[in-house]
Nanobody, 123 residues
């Protein structure tokens, strides 16, 4: 099983991006998916997560609430992270990860990881 994160890029502050996390295998029907990010010199941090059901439970980090939205389309085996009102502090490599069952904010418990996609926000 592989996860492919995409959609990163360079934007100005206030801009928007939509990240996608696609699965090569049929895991999304029973796996929760989380998004994490890591900026240079900083530890990895939780961004958002969604349970395995389409339209299911979500959780967002306080730093992104009101700006980011996580959603999923199990028919397409894809999870999305919509990022609005981006700030320079959002600059990081964003990773998606999957875990069977319910999601957690601790990335260490996730089973599968994507390769990461760079998001750069300039002021």
């Amino acid at each position: 099983v592989q996860l492919q994160a995409s959609g990163g890029g360079s934007v100005q502050a206030g801009g928007s991006l939509r990240l996608s996390c696609a699965s090569s295998g049929d895991i999304f029907t029973s796996y929760a998916v989380g998004w994490f990010r890591q900026a240079p010199g900083r530890e990895r941090e939780f961004v958002a997560a969604i349970s395995w059901l389409s339209g299911g439970t979500t959780q967002l980090a306080d730093s992104v609430k009101g700006r980011f939205t996580i959603s999923r389309d199990n028919a397409k085996d894809t999870v999305y992270l919509r990022m609005n009102s981006l700030k320079p502090d959002d600059t990081a490599v964003y990773y998606c990860a999957a875990i069977k069952g319910y999601f957690y904010t601790d990335g260490d418990v996730y089973t599968y990881w994507g390769q990461g996609t760079q998001v750069t926000v300039s002021s």
